[in-house]
């Protein structure tokens, strides 16, 4: 959970996408793409899983992050 609210930030395998709520809480966090030096804003970038979703990866908030297109 957030902390706050109820909603959960914690998906586990049940989807592979992040949800708004996750959405939300990695730009309050993070802002910008988490590559070395990067400052290219999320609205550039999308969210990826840092072990990959593909290879048992969860959608949890600590398994998320973001990452610029390029």
């Known amino acids: 959970m957030d902390g706050l609210t109820p909603v959960p ?5 049940s989807t ?8 939300l809480a990695l730009a309050a966090s993070e802002l910008v793409c988490s590559g070395r030096g990067c400052d290219t804003p999320l609205v ?7 072990v ?3 290879n048992g990866g969860r959608t949890d908030i600590e398994n998320l992050t973001i990452a610029c297109r390029p």
């Open 52 to 54: 990959a979703f593909a």
């Open 44 to 50: 550039m970038s999308d969210i990826h899983h840092i």
């Open 9 to 13: 930030l914690t998906m586990g395998r």
């Open 16 to 23: 592979r996408t992040a949800t708004l709520e996750q959405r």
